[in-house]
């Protein structure tokens, strides 16, 4: 374990299993179908990666850059769109992939502005969901956990850019937060 983390909350194998569980749901719910899987980066890289290796069927990838943490442990309350997707969306699926889910504000704008462009389906998954923290009227509907409202790195999450690369979810140490 990372000297920086308090516990780990979610160990390899049991994101695994999950990964593996939502990737066969989405593959059942889109079956026959194209869907465009956009990953929220940085932080959902490596859930995106995993869940498509899951799934079935005909899948473009894309990608978007938004948030709203900058350098932060809290949500500043102010969503930016800093990359835009490259796919046209109009008349096709859309999954958004995202790595946690707590205010709801980067999502809930996320699958306005792609309802808007016409896509024909918009859907969102997210690896981890704190509902403790939710500002908006919007549930995803696919997730991975539900977890409680503590700051999470590791498997994509990062805290100011740093351990992203842990191969767990863990909680971060107090004072390792400057």
Request: glycine share 8%; aromatic share 8%.
């Amino acid at each position: 374990m990372h000297p920086d983390v308090k516990e780990i909350l979610l160990d390899e194998k049991q994101i695994a299993d999950r990964v593996a569980e939502l990737g066969a749901e989405i593959s059942k719910d889109y079956a026959g179908e194209e869907v465009i899987v956009v990953c929220v980066l940085n932080g959902a890289m490596p859930f995106t990666c995993d869940l498509m290796r899951k799934m079935d069927g005909h899948i473009v990838m894309d990608s978007i850059i938004a948030s709203s943490y900058g350098s932060g442990t809290v949500s500043s309350g102010e969503v930016k769109i800093k990359k835009e997707m490259k796919q046209n969306v109009t008349d096709r699926n859309v999954l958004l992939v995202d790595d946690v889910f707590d205010s709801g504000l980067t999502m809930s704008l996320l699958v306005k502005n792609l309802q808007d462009r016409g896509a024909k389906s918009v859907k969102s998954c997210v690896f981890l969901n704190k509902p403790a923290r939710r500002k908006v009227d919007y549930d995803p509907d696919y997730i991975g956990y539900d977890i409680p409202d503590a700051f999470v790195i590791g498997y994509g999450l990062d805290y100011d850019e740093r351990y992203r690369e842990l191969p767990y979810v863990g909680v971060i140490k107090p004072e390792a937060i400057k």
